[in-house]
């Protein structure tokens, strides 16, 4: 980063056709981080893993805490996949997320040079927290909203938010870019990281064929290393453990010149989550903050 903002973003980020591999990790919030914190991991992310961006997930209402994440992100070199967080209460507080992350976009004057994208939901199609048109209006609003500030709006969502309930045309047709979710452990077809391959490949080809050609990241992407309550498989061959979280990122790295071949800019992907502290289960490190495996992936070849 330069020491002042310059005065334009043009040519600011790079081509999306340089964003493919490992690009970086969901990070969670919901701990609501001190930006000591955030600034401590996410210049982990960047120098021990080479990653670019975080994507967030969850909410922190804390006041002034997504100016702390544009602080954290300056100040290591990121850039940020914002997040409108609906929760799973039915409440309508996810419009005072929406408002008040726009109003830190134009009011931050690092914001624009932080925030990649800006995400409504996640999953919020799957979970039904809209109607699909709704949603889609959600997204051409925040579009109209963030023009002067070149942010492009997506959802973060699955193949199968699209399909069910009819599909979600409008949506597709909304957003910029797709933040696809690929969570292969709970398919039915599950077994074990290693034969994988042709389940993510079924829904990466499903939003390659209905994407529009749009730029495609793999948000909330992983393999659990345990179950728990919430994470429950729907294969009764489906491993948890951790090799198989760690084969899963294993068999991802292996594809990057598939990936770096897709239509759009190629495909980028995130590892689901940073910490198990934040997911048990997910997280490249453990509770006590020690890494689970190796971790050094390719973000170009």
Request: glycine share 4%.
């Given at each position: 980063m330069p020491d002042d903002t310059p005065d334009s973003r043009d040519n600011w980020w790079c081509s999306y056709d340089s964003e493919y591999g490992f690009v970086g990790f969901s990070y969670e919030v919901t701990a609501c981080q001190s930006l000591k914190q955030l600034r401590r991991e996410f210049k982990d992310i960047r120098h021990r893993f080479n990653g670019r961006y975080i994507r967030m997930y969850g909410a922190c209402d804390r006041e002034g805490f997504y100016d702390d994440i544009i602080?954290?992100?300056?100040?290591?070199?990121?850039?940020?996949?914002?997040?409108?967080?609906f929760g799973f209460d039915g409440s309508d507080i996810w419009m005072t997320?929406?408002?008040?992350?726009?109003?830190?976009?134009?009011?931050?004057?690092?914001?624009?040079?932080?925030?990649?994208?800006?995400q409504f939901g996640s999953e919020p199609l799957f979970d039904n927290v809209l109607d699909p048109d709704a949603l889609a209006e959600q997204v051409l609003e925040a579009k109209a909203n963030l023009s002067s500030l070149g942010i492009p709006v997506t959802i973060s969502e699955m193949a199968?938010?699209?399909?069910?309930?009819g599909g979600a045309q409008s949506v597709l047709d909304a957003i910029d870019l797709v933040d696809a979710h690929m969570l292969p452990f709970f398919s039915q077809e599950a077994s074990t990281a290693n034969n994988s391959w042709p389940i993510v490949l079924t829904d990466l080809d499903w939003f390659i064929d209905n994407g529009e050609g749009k730029k495609i990241y793999l948000t909330e992407n992983g393999w659990p290393s345990v179950t728990s309550p919430g994470v429950q498989p729907n294969s009764p061959y489906a491993v948890s453990d951790i090799p198989n979280e760690h084969e899963y990122f294993t068999l991802l790295d292996s594809k990057c010149e598939f990936f770096k071949t897709v239509a759009g800019g190629g495909v980028g992907w995130f590892a689901h989550i940073y910490s198990d502290n934040m997911e048990p289960g997910y997280g490249i490190y453990d509770s006590e903050g020690k890494l689970k495996f190796p971790f050094h992936l390719r973000t170009q070849c």
């Open positions: 602080t954290a992100a300056w100040d290591a070199h990121l850039g940020v996949h914002a997040l409108v967080w997320r929406r408002d008040t992350l726009l109003a830190a976009l134009h009011t931050n004057p690092k914001a624009p040079f932080v925030t990649r994208v800006l199968y938010g699209y399909q069910e309930r």
